[in-house]
């Protein structure tokens, strides 16, 4: 079955096809002959992953998945959630992690979560499939692996953050991950 990614983003990419499998095609939006910006517009992010994949579908007639995921900070009441991408006013992960750090600085709960919802939609009929991972966001970024705010968030349970693991890690236990095993159980139900 073809599937495509409504993604611009190669690390989500990445990640998601090492865990696919055979039995699923990735496209990408480059492979749809799509090159739009995709609205991210609602306020929320599973409003945001809703609109990326209804575009992809009401525009292209692809069945397709987005994803729209966040890092929530509770001592900032949640913040930069839906607005993770675009924290510090740009794309910058390091200006982003920095503005994290200015504004936890006196802050001793470090407790955060990520958050992932993805929207498939497969033959026009939309479903949702939500993960996250709790960790703490670390005082000093570490590891150079992975994308966004990885450097700083280490899930709780282990004493690496995500830019110290592999792919494989990351991929065993990250949020998006477990949005991925709810979403490729449902699709292999489909395709029974
Ligand atoms: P698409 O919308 O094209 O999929 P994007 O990068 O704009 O790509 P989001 O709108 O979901 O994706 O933005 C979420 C931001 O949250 C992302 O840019 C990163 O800064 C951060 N983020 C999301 N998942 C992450 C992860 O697994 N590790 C680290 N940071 C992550």
């Known amino acids: 079955m073809e599937l495509c990614f409504a993604t611009n983003n190669q690390h989500k990419l990445d990640e ?4 696919l499998g055979d039995a699923f095609t990735l496209k990408t939006l480059r492979d749809i002959g799509c090159t739009d910006e995709l609205p991210e517009t609602s306020g929320t992010i599973s409003g945001n ?4 994949a209804d575009y992809v579908w009401t525009h292209f007639g692809v069945s397709c998945f987005a994803d729209d995921s966040g890092l929530e900070v509770d001592a900032l009441n949640g913040e930069p959630g839906v607005d993770s991408a675009f924290y510090s006013g740009s794309r910058d992960s390091e200006k982003n992690i920095q503005k994290l750090q200015n504004n936890l600085a006196t802050e001793t709960n470090r407790k955060a979560r990520f ?17 996250s991972i709790e ?9 150079t692996g992975g994308f966004g705010y990885d450097p700083v968030f280490q899930p709780d349970g282990y004493n690496r953050t ?14 998006r991950a477990q ?10 139900e489909q395709i029974k």
């Open 115 to 131: 958050i992932t919802v993805f929207t498939l939609v497969l033959h026009g009929v939309e479903h949702q499939f939500k993960g």
């Open 179 to 188: 949005a991925l095993v709810k979403m490729i159980a449902y699709l292999k």
């Open 135 to 143: 960790g703490v966001i670390i005082a000093e970024s570490r590891g």
């Open 16 to 19: 998601v096809s090492a865990r």
């Open 162 to 175: 995500f830019a110290e693991m592999s792919m494989e890690e990351k991929g065993a236990i990250s949020h």
């Open 49 to 52: 992953s809703r609109q990326k």
